[in-house]
Nanobody
Framework: QVLLVESGGGLVQAGGSLRLSCAASERTFSSYTMAWFRQAPGKEREFVAHISWNAANTNYTESVKGRFTISRDNAKNTVYLQMNRLKPEETAVYYC?????????????????WGQGTQVTVSS
């Protein structure tokens, strides 16, 4: 069982930046593919970005390319999401997710473990 704890959410004005962090309890964190998803009120949870176990591969949903950056520090068991030029429509709860066994995916059921989420609110 992997415990994931997100932090770094908050209120920011449109065009601003936030950096989310997700700390994992598992000592084998470095073997997990990690991802960020988000869920806006009344909407389904959607994929934002993923990073492979060794950070060699990343993928982003189209709408965040060039503005968001996912990264990880395996020595600290932490994955990050740097979000720049935020938009009001990106207001959502942001979730960290972990996948064991290699590979990656952009669907909820591609991931085995989830954090509780951190609220990001972007004001216009």
């Amino acid at each position: 069982q992997v415990l994931l704890v997100e932090s770094g959410g908050g209120l920011v004005q449109a065009g601003g930046s936030l950096r989310l962090s997700c700390a994992a309890s598992e000592r084998t964190f470095s073997s997990y593919t990690m991802a960020w998803f988000r869920q806006a009120p009344g909407k389904e949870r959607e994929f934002v970005a993923h990073i492979s176990w060794n950070a060699a591969n990343t993928n982003y949903t189209e709408s965040v390319k060039g503005r968001f950056t996912i990264s990880r520090d395996n020595a600290k068991n932490t994955v990050y999401l740097q979000m720049n030029r935020l938009k009001p429509e990106e207001t959502a709860v942001y979730y960290c997710a972990a996948r064991s066994g290699g590979g990656w995916g952009n669907r909820i059921y591609d991931y085995d473990f989830w954090g509780q989420g951190t609220q990001v609110t972007v004001s216009s």
